[in-house]
């Protein structure tokens, strides 16, 4: 079995080559064989669907419980406002920088070093590791597409960049195509329906609609118009007008919940969601999981940013080194610190746990 300092650095030099390795969102390949090979170098057995890549603890017994570590190894694409060479990892005393070394590189190194500090340990749970692709993007091949050919999760650790605090909450997400309709006319002559009137009262019911049901950690639902598109010429009165409409539901309420109400106060206007999938999600404070964060001394928050637990229907905490902040920003960097506190903390919590 590793030292834990040998396998913090293992962890750390893992972090480096995936960094160097582009991987943005859909284009995976490379750094899904990569880390199936740490998997097998470290004793354990990899399995890849796709660019998902996971390993089963070869202690797996039906009649537990099964806790799922994930995070993701894919990355958004950077913008030329770095200054720094976005994919090669540059370290510098404590700091490491790179594309992807905050979000979620340095979870997804620190959950695959706690299930290898594990791997020869009889656990009183079974333990499944999952670093996954298409995050950043939703795609359909992330780890939604994986859940079905795992065995039944009972919890899930989503590492994200949270400061190793633990959101026991996080929003859902649905985006709405909205369609006011009107009749053209020339706009010399009073003559028609215009769209963009009619759409007014659309767009400030939106503005100042309040769902009756607010959150203790996520606040209100929150609507917000993102986008107009109407009108194909200055003197013709327009017959459409479409509105984009970004909506980010607390855990009170279900996605089709939400959609329902929108679309029953809207009556004149066409209201269809582009998705239901990116569902809330909410863990009871008396979970022993969240217990055990906060007697390590993890502080709890409701988190405004989406991760993988939008595909999840069981329990789930999302916890990981780094700070959300520093996501999708230039320079983007994490702290090897970090990285060793946030193993260390993995490791705590997974400590003798039981449901």
């Known amino acids: 079995m590793l030292a834990l300092n ?15 390795t582009q991987s943005f969102s859909s284009e995976e390949d490379q750094t899904a064989e990569i880390i ?17 890549v996971y390993a089963i603890h070869p202690g797996y017994d039906e009649a537990k419980k099964t806790i799922l570590l994930n995070s993701h190894h894919d ?36 959950l695959l070093a706690t299930f290898i500090n594990y791997l020869n340990e009889d656990l009183p749970f079974n ?37 190793m605090d ?9 985006v709405f195509d909205v369609v006011v309709k009107g009749k053209t006319g020339h706009a010399a002559r009073n003559e028609g329906v215009n769209a963009i009137y009619e759409a007014l009262d659309t767009i400030n019911w939106f503005k100042t609609h309040e769902f009756e049901k607010i959150s203790d950690l ?7 118009v993102t986008q107009i598109i109407a009108g194909k010429q200055h003197n013709v009165v327009p017959d459409e007008c479409t509105l984009v409409v970004d909506c980010r ?76 902040a520093r996501s999708h920003t230039p320079d983007e960097y994490i702290l090897i610190s970090e990285i060793e ?9 997974l400590k003798d746990f039981k449901f």
């Open 6 to 20: 040998e396998l913090k650095q293992k962890a750390v030099d893992l972090l480096c080559q995936l960094i160097e």
């Open 36 to 52: 199936v090979n740490f998997l097998k170098v470290n004793g354990a057995t990899p399995q890849r669907q796709d660019n998902n």
């Open 75 to 110: 990355t958004v694409k950077f913008g030329k406002s770095w200054t720094y060479d976005a994919l090669k990892a540059t370290i510098e005393g404590d700091k490491l920088t790179g594309l992807g070394s905050n979000d979620a590189g340095a979870s997804a190194v620190s």
């Open 127 to 163: 333990l499944i590791v999952a670093i996954t692709a298409e995050e950043e993007s939703s795609g359909d091949l992330n780890v939604g597409s994986l859940l079905p050919s795992l065995p039944k999760i009972d919890l899930g650790i989503v590492g994200e960049p949270t400061k």
């Open 166 to 174: 633990m959101a026991i909450a996080e929003r859902g997400l649905i």
């Open 218 to 224: 996520l606040g209100p639902v929150k609507t917000t």
């Open 249 to 324: 539901v607390n855990e009170l309420y279900t996605n089709e919940e939400v959609a329902e109400i929108i679309q029953a106060a809207l009556p004149h206007a066409d209201v269809v969601p582009r998705s239901l999938r990116l569902n809330s999600s909410r863990i009871a404070m008396d979970h022993p999981i969240v217990q055990r964060g906060i007697a390590l001394g993890c502080s709890t928050y409701g988190s405004p940013t989406m991760s993988d637990q939008t595909m999840m229907s069981f329990d789930t905490i999302k916890i990981g080194p780094g700070d959300s």
């Open 341 to 349: 506190h946030g193993i260390n903390r993995y490791i705590q919590l």
